[in-house]
């Protein structure tokens, strides 16, 4: 009998602590202060952010998994964790040179990180918690 090929997601949960600020250099000032308010704040300001990395697949018939968690984690760790955690954002940070750090801008980001590292399955989205209250998602797009 024929097997159904399933497509399934699988999702790694990660985690990191950083700092940043959102100010437009090309602005004054008072221009930041308006749009930003306090995340504008000139010596910066942190948060606690949570990651998932969601990434779909065919199971390997051999496993059963679409990827490897283990694989997925190091890939996570080695090219976003070790690059933003108790980072500065702003300043540390390779992939963001010269970008405003919001989580729209960090998530692409990450994205870019990981997606060329991964194999035999595909990265679906990156979801990125700053706060309790704001996230932001990205599909590739
Ligand atoms: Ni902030």
């Given at each position: 009998m024929e097997q159904k090929k399933r497509l399934l997601y699988i999702t790694r949960k990660e985690h990191f602590n950083a700092a940043h600020k959102l100010y437009?250099?090309?602005?004054s000032d008072e221009q930041n202060e308006a749009v930003f308010g306090k995340c504008a704040n000139r010596n910066w300001h942190g948060h606690n952010f949570d990651l998932y990395v969601t990434v779909k697949g065919y199971p390997d018939?051999?496993?059963?998994?679409?990827?490897?968690l283990k694989v997925l984690k190091t890939i996570i760790e080695e090219h976003v964790i070790e690059k933003l955690d108790?980072?500065?954002?702003?300043?540390?940070v390779d992939f963001m040179?010269?970008?405003?750090?919001?989580i729209e801008n960090i998530a692409v980001g990450i994205w870019d990180q990981i997606e060329p590292h991964l194999e035999g399955c595909q990265l679906h989205s990156i979801k990125l918690w700053e706060t309790r209250n704001n996230y932001v998602e990205y599909f590739g797009e």
């Open positions: 437009n250099p090309n602005w018939p051999e496993t059963g998994f679409i990827i490897d108790h980072r500065n954002i702003n300043m540390d040179q010269g970008k405003m750090a919001s």
